[in-house]
């Protein structure tokens, strides 16, 4: 009996040998994460309070009406997708805090290799704006270039092309912008692949089918919008 008591209890020291060395080495990683998950949770309510209340003041003192009648009427009337300003200002400043609050968790949390990518993605994101901001000002322009043209000829075909023409050449622009960091990206990551170059001349062709395809709704949809105008 004695004997059975005594393997038990080596048993049992056992157990709570292993637990505690499990703990030891689990215990500090719960901890940041339990941690990064409270500022996570406050951080993302702060977050969406200050980007309502900042765009309710937007709102009220009509700066995103007047933004709406200088910018983004064009855009609509380019996509036909309708965009209203304080709706832009309001996302994009409620996703700029989401990231910082994000990535103040991550620290806690000391994930590297996350914080890492996420600064990568973050650091994209200043192209995004910036090829935006060329076909915004490319719809602009356009709607300028075809009131010249209108006021010179009264061809509706000349207007239509002139129109058209400054559109395609800010969209180019901005998909120029947009695709050659990803283009270097993706090139540093095929290389580290070693592939052959009949691989990765199909992979590369397999990958600009795939965006195309999945960017032909919109495509057509511009494309058409600009046609009947």
Do not use: C
Request: proline share 1%; aromatic share 6%.
């Amino acid at each position: 009996m004695s004997t059975l008591i005594d393997i038990a209890g080596n048993a049992l020291d056992s157990l709570y040998a292993g637990f505690k060395l499990l703990w030891s080495q689990i215990g500090p990683v719960l901890d940041d994460i339990a941690l990064a998950v409270i500022v996570l949770a406050l951080g993302l309510t702060v977050a969406g309070f200050i980007s309502d209340k900042i765009g309710a003041v937007v709102k009220k003192i009509k700066v995103g009406d007047l933004l709406d009648k200088l910018i983004f009427a064009q855009v609509a009337k380019l996509t036909g997708v309708k965009i209203h300003a304080t709706a832009v200002i309001t996302v994009a400043l409620r996703w700029f805090l989401i990231a910082i609050v994000l990535l103040a968790a991550l620290d806690l949390a000391h994930m590297n290799v996350v914080i890492n990518f996420f600064s990568d993605a973050l650091a994209y994101v200043p192209n995004i704006i910036v090829a935006v901001l060329i076909v915004i000002m490319g719809s602009l322009l356009a709607h300028v270039a075809a009131t010249l043209v209108s006021a010179v000829t009264k061809k509706d075909n000349l207007t239509r092309i002139a129109k058209i023409g400054v559109n395609a050449l800010a969209l180019i622009a901005a998909l120029t912008h947009l695709a050659t960091p990803v283009i270097a990206s993706f090139g540093s990551f095929i290389g580290g692949l070693s592939l052959s170059k009949l691989q990765t001349d199909a992979v590369f062709i397999g990958v600009l089918v795939l965006v195309l395809l999945a960017s032909k709704n919109a495509i057509i949809k511009t494309v058409e919008n600009l046609h009947k105008d």
